[in-house]
């Protein structure tokens, strides 16, 4: 099993930047991929971004390409989400994914990762 702990999250102004950050502990050897979704109540949760390190892919949600970085130190087991040029439509719950096979962003794939953040806030006023 791994474990995965989000930080990082807070208020900014529109236009702005926050570095959202992800510990993972645990059975973290097996990791192919890790990753970040976001989620307004109400709506459907959505891919942000995903990160194969060994595979050196990187994969964004197309509302946030070109703003977003992610990264990942392996040997950190930790990875974070660099986000810039803050929207108001950016506010949003934002977990952490992780898994030993794959990270799909899709809204109908997503149900295969295995493990979950708690989440951290991130409010763009």
């Known amino acids: 099993h791994v474990q995965l702990v989000e930080s990082g999250g807070g208020s900014v102004e529109a236009g702005g930047s926050l570095r959202l950050y992800c510990q993972a502990s645990g059975d973290t050897d097996k990791l192919k991929c890790m990753g970040w979704f976001r989620q307004v109540p109400g709506k459907e949760r959505e891919g942000v971004a995903a990160d194969y390190p060994g595979r050196n892919i990187t994969l964004y949600g197309d509302s946030v390409k070109g703003r977003f970085t992610i990264s990942q130190d392996t040997a950190k087991n930790t990875v974070y989400l660099q986000m810039d040029s803050l929207k108001a439509a950016d506010s949003a719950m934002y977990y952490c994914?992780?898994?030993?096979?794959?990270?799909?962003?899709?809204?109908?794939?997503?149900?295969?990762?295995?493990?979950w953040g708690q989440g951290t806030q991130v409010t763009v006023s």
């Open positions: 994914v992780a898994d030993n096979f794959f990270c799909p962003l899709a809204i109908q794939s997503c149900g295969v990762i295995t493990f």
